[in-house]
């Protein structure tokens, strides 16, 4: 079997369209993990507490739950950004709060979903933080092509993966995906919000027939926000040459205790988001 045939979009399709529709079961394996991330759970702060979240899957290793999806859009003029929930202010233990959710393509999409790993403290995820909330170009990227193209904190446009049919690296197979590796919301922060942005053919494919694809992602691009459920490192998407021994060459992977998560297999997981730090 070549490289390539292992990845073959008739299947990928069929297996991003099993993982969309097996969420709710899915969600059990979620809740299960979040046992784990409830005991990091402060009693004090803002918001967090059990949430529906759609993220990449986790398919094996520690990690308790898939990465966060962050919906994305593409602009007029061909720039892409992800799309942040309308904010609200409602009462929780009759403190008021504002937290930015909304209904996103048959789901309720909402800033709880960024809320571990101390991500929660982020300034860049506090509901009002004034971002034009496009992807930007990280400093320390390894992918060739946006070292060579692109200037930190550039954005992106659909004119730099025009070639994402057939993009390929060392890494696994060629025509999955484009990558890209960005910040989002951090444009005055003292870390950056690390987001993979992909393009693919086979995104784009399943989007055709999926209400939440629709919604959450725009022409082949989807975007998640790259920090590891487990103990918080950066994980790499074909980027490892050791990941083909984790079946992960054209998965992500995070190199410090093996967990690979699946971009193609978009699941609904249930976790418990920390709260905010108090204002
Ligand atoms: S697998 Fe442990 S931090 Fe990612």
Redesign the pocket.
Known sequence: MSADDKYPAESGRRRFVKGVVGGAALAGVGATGAVSINTLTTATGAGGGPVEAMVIERVS???PHGMPQVPVEVDDDGYIRGIWPEIDTEEVDGVEIEIAREELGGVEYSQEWFQYCGNEAHEGFEPDYDSDNYFKSDGLTSYEWQQDEKEEDERFNVTDFEDYEEWGNDVGSSGVGKPAATTWRSEDTEDDIPVILLRSPLIEEAAEDNEWLQASTDQGFIAWVNV?T????V?GYKLAPDAHRYDAEDRVY?Q????VYDPFSISSALYIARPRPED
């Open positions: 290793g520690p990690a590891c487990h103990f918080c490192c994980p995070c410090c205790h093996q967990t």
